[in-house]
């Protein structure tokens, strides 16, 4: 018997979902550093109305890294919340384009925490509007990853200071060193 198919949320207001989301919890990946903390993203609605800058960080010993991309609806007539972000690897030579799958599987009314999702089920992040969540509301997302098909086990809670790093705080990796060693596993 296969999985379900996942529900997505309909009529996402993308001018509302822009700007700062810190990371409650993911699946390890090898795309982010395993020790990385404080991590955040930072959205920014392009002047065309349907493209959004994509600015993920996190915080590995002290160093602050990042990588840039673009989001965009996968299927612009759609209004499913079913994006796709392209990001251009490695970040210290950007000429690999790879995208991915960027799926709103849930979204408060108040646009405050997020559950995003891929049809793959290998990743899994919860994202919210301030770098703590409450525990009520951690397990209330837990339990919809789980209706989902989720291996809800998986998820690793990710450090986050409070208040977190200003903009800029730190120095910051340029060399990308970060990114080779995420595809080691460290």
């Avoid at 018997?1 to 090898?30: H, N, T």
């Avoid at 392209?86 to 709103?104: C, S, T």
Wanted: charged share 25%; proline share 7%; hydrophobic share 35%.
């Amino acid at each position: 018997m296969g999985k379900k198919e996942m529900v997505v949320v309909k009529g996402l207001d993308l001018q509302r979902y822009m700007g700062r989301w810190y990371e409650i919890a993911s699946f390890p990946s090898f795309f982010q550093p395993r020790n990385g903390e404080n991590t955040r993203a930072t959205y920014t609605l392009r002047e065309d109305g349907s493209t959004v800058h994509v600015l993920n960080e996190t915080f590995v010993d002290g160093k602050r890294v990042s990588i840039e991309g673009t989001a965009y609806k996968a299927d612009p007539n759609s209004d499913e919340a079913k994006l796709k972000v392209k990001f251009y690897v490695p970040p210290f030579l950007p000429i690999i384009p790879v995208v991915g799958n960027y799926w709103v599987l849930y979204i408060d009314d108040d646009y405050h925490h997020v559950l995003i999702g891929e049809p793959s089920r290998k990743y899994l992040w919860i994202l919210c509007r301030e770098t703590h969540l409450d525990d009520a509301i951690y397990d209330q997302l837990v339990e919809i990853a789980a209706e989902q098909g989720y291996d809800v086990v998986k998820l690793h809670r990710t450090p986050q200071s409070d208040p977190p790093p200003a903009d800029g705080e730190g120095p910051k990796d340029e060399k990308g060193f970060w990114w080779i060693k995420s595809l080691f596993g460290k």
